[in-house]
């Protein structure tokens, strides 16, 4: 065969494709309980990629992320997950997670008879880091003799959930709105904390779903995306954001189908 500088050009970019995609989530439907929640979503996440998913409530940005991850109950009725080149989609959650996956909660579970000090101890056993430190970063030490979540307020939760993520070290972390109820204080701890938490992971990539803008003063997206009715409807860059606080979701995508 004569190799052609066309060639050449087509073998480079597909060994690119490889190496950069860290996630493909390629036609992803999902039901709950039989009823169909997601339809037909792609999103590709790249290394060095900070993916915002956007959208009215109950569009189903928790589903995605649950689906992701594979959480029992959440049925995937058509597409698939690949995860650093394999394909996940019919992986348990467990198996997930042990390839670096890992999902911080919208609404953490509480835990009965667990103390907060147990469980970030367990985890870093596993993975090599420090419970202590991890507490002081989030400014949680005095919860860590708690039951998990129990009388938690709505900051310490997302605070404590954080640290769990932290605690797991992921490969590819996916955060379930993190900026959620909670102070600016607050949530300058928490995105600082993320942001470190990406810098130490290989591939520097994570999908975050938001409602808010205050996160982004502190984290930037790459791409950011529209869930709308269970379908992203497009993703776009950072300015999207803005613009989603000017015009609200459904004019931004009655515009946005005009000029496609
Ligand atoms: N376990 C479940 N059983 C039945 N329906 C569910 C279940 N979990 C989610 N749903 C439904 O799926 C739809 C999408 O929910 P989801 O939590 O994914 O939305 P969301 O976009 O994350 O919303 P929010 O911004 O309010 O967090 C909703 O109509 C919700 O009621
Ligand atoms: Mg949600």
Same mark, same amino acid.
């Not at 996940?88 to 992986?91: C, E």
């Not at 993190?178 to 102070?183: H, N």
């Not at 808010?212 to 996160?215: E, K, M, N, R, T």
């Given at each position: 065969m004569v190799i052609s500088p066309k060639h050449i050009f087509y073998e480079v970019s597909a060994v690119k494709l490889v190496v950069e995609i860290v996630l493909k989530v390629r036609d992803l439907s999902v039901a709950i309980s039989g009823r169909v929640?997601?339809?037909n979503n792609n999103v590709f996440v790249e290394r060095n990629s900070v993916v915002f998913l956007l959208g009215p409530n109950g569009s189903g940005k928790s589903t995605f992320l649950k689906a992701i991850i594979g959480y029992?109950?959440?049925?995937?009725?058509s597409g698939n997950i690949v995860f650093e080149g394999e394909d996940?989609? #019919? +992986?348990p959650m467990e198996y997930r997670v042990s390839k670096g996956l890992t999902l911080a909660h919208q609404t953490p579970p509480k835990l009965t008879g667990v103390r907060m000090r147990q469980l970030l101890e367990a985890l870093c056993k596993k993975t090599g880091c420090d419970p202590i430190e991890i507490a002081s970063v989030l400014e949680i030490k005095h919860l860590?003799?708690?039951?998990? #979540? +129990?009388?938690?307020?709505g900051g310490e939760l997302k605070r404590a959930e954080i640290a769990m993520l932290l605690a797991q070290k992921p490969k590819l972390p996916l955060i379930d709105e993190?900026?959620?109820?909670?102070?600016v204080d607050s949530i300058e701890i928490i995105a600082s904390a993320i942001k470190k938490l990406i810098s130490e992971t290989p591939y520097k990539s994570t999908i975050i779903v938001t409602h808010?803008?205050?996160?982004s003063k502190y984290i930037k997206p790459t791409l950011t995306c529209i869930m709308v009715s269970g379908e992203i409807k497009f993703c776009g860059g950072p300015e999207l954001l803005s613009e989603v606080f000017i015009h609200g979701f459904r004019e931004l995508v009655r515009e946005n189908k005009r000029e496609g």
């Open positions: 929640i997601i339809r029992p109950g959440v049925e995937v009725i996940i989609t #019919g +992986k860590l003799d708690r039951e998990f #979540g +129990k009388g938690f307020s993190p900026d959620s109820g909670v102070d808010s803008a205050q996160i």
